[in-house]
């Protein structure tokens, strides 16, 4: 049995993304093949793409899908074909079917769409671990997030408020601003018109959390922004530059600087993740968490969706459909 995926060919940009014909994987004891409809795209499949194919990661990029259950592992009791699934996977999602180990398999909730269920997997794994798993973030703490309008700051708003946490975000225009502020965030700055720690300074605001996509490039703003313990948790490691940052500034808050890659993180801790999304976000989900979706594409337009994703110009997710 075949299908369509989309591979990476070599290092490059979007145009590297190439159709091929390949073998449905089998399930092994463990795992779920799912029949995808919908799978996200994220910035991780730009820089996956950028880089290029090795020799531990698929080179069929898509970490998060949404479809239903084909067919499952001997050890998997609990999933029958034709159940309503979203997931996180490694690697594999762009494409007809994908792998996905049993514990990182979630149900789709009823007021939610397969569509709408596939911007779920890569941020709220990702939201979760890094606020209340890294961060170790408190009840009542507040939290900074840049990229309020992107897939994870989307996501992050809207749990954060839910959980009784005030929020504020960065982005690049007002109309983002505005957008993020409807979601709930209790302030919003244009990181390209307003020096966002001067401001917060001034009402007298800081943030126990900062939630830091940018690749370092708000380092000093986070720091003046930073209430004392608070942490600083990077999502992106940039062009791989050494961060910059003041030791004094650091020592007079006694602030704490760390980040965290989802795709490497050790399946022990991913299912750890899992079950605390089954009891504590999945509720929420169509009441006081609903996806935001900017654009769908055809499978065979990924590349389309990579340079959309790479303009920064969208609020909400982007989605490849998928035809089986």
Not at 35 to 61: F, I, L, M, Y
Not at 292 to 309: E, F, G, K, N, W
Request: aromatic share 6%; hydrophobic share 40%; net charge neutral.
């Amino acid at each position: 049995m075949h299908q369509e995926a989309i591979v990476i060919s070599r290092a490059g940009g979007p145009e590297v993304l190439v159709s091929e014909n390949r073998p449905v994987p089998a399930p092994g004891p463990d795992d779920v093949l799912i029949q995808v409809s919908w799978a996200g795209v994220n910035r991780h499949d730009c820089g996956q793409r950028s880089r290029g194919p090795n020799d531990h990661e698929s080179d069929v990029p898509g970490l998060e899908v949404a479809g239903r259950v084909h067919a499952v592992g001997a050890n998997v009791r609990d999933l029958a074909p034709g159940t309503p699934v979203c997931a996180l996977v490694d690697g594999g999602g762009y494409a007809q079917y994908a792998l996905a180990h049993r514990a990182l398999v979630l149900p789709v909730p009823d007021s939610l769409t397969l569509e709408q269920a596939a911007c779920l997997p890569e941020a709220a794994f990702t939201v979760w671990y890094n606020f209340f798993s890294v961060a170790a973030m408190q009840p009542g703490e507040t939290a900074l997030i840049h990229g309020g309008t992107s897939g994870i700051g989307v996501f992050t708003i809207q749990l954060l408020r839910a959980l009784g946490h005030p929020v504020y975000a960065t982005s690049g225009s007002d109309e983002k601003s505005a957008f993020a502020q409807s979601l709930g965030a209790s302030r919003v700055f244009n990181y390209r018109t307003e020096a966002f720690a001067e401001i917060m300074a001034r009402e007298g605001l800081a943030a126990d959390v900062v939630l830091d996509m940018s690749g370092g490039r708000h380092t000093e703003q986070n720091l003046a922004a930073l209430a004392y313990g608070g942490r600083i948790v990077h999502l992106s490691g940039g062009s791989g530059a050494p961060l910059q940052a003041s030791l004094r500034a650091i020592m007079q808050k006694e602030a704490r600087i760390t980040g965290s890659m989802m795709r490497p993180l050790p399946l022990d801790r991913k299912m750890r993740v899992a079950e605390a999304l089954r009891t504590r976000v999945w509720p929420l989900l169509g009441k006081e968490i609903r996806p935001v979706i900017q654009r769908t594409y055809p499978l065979s337009q990924a590349a389309q969706a990579h340079r959309d994703m790479e303009t920064g110009d969208h609020i909400g997710k982007l989605l490849l459909e998928v035809r089986a």
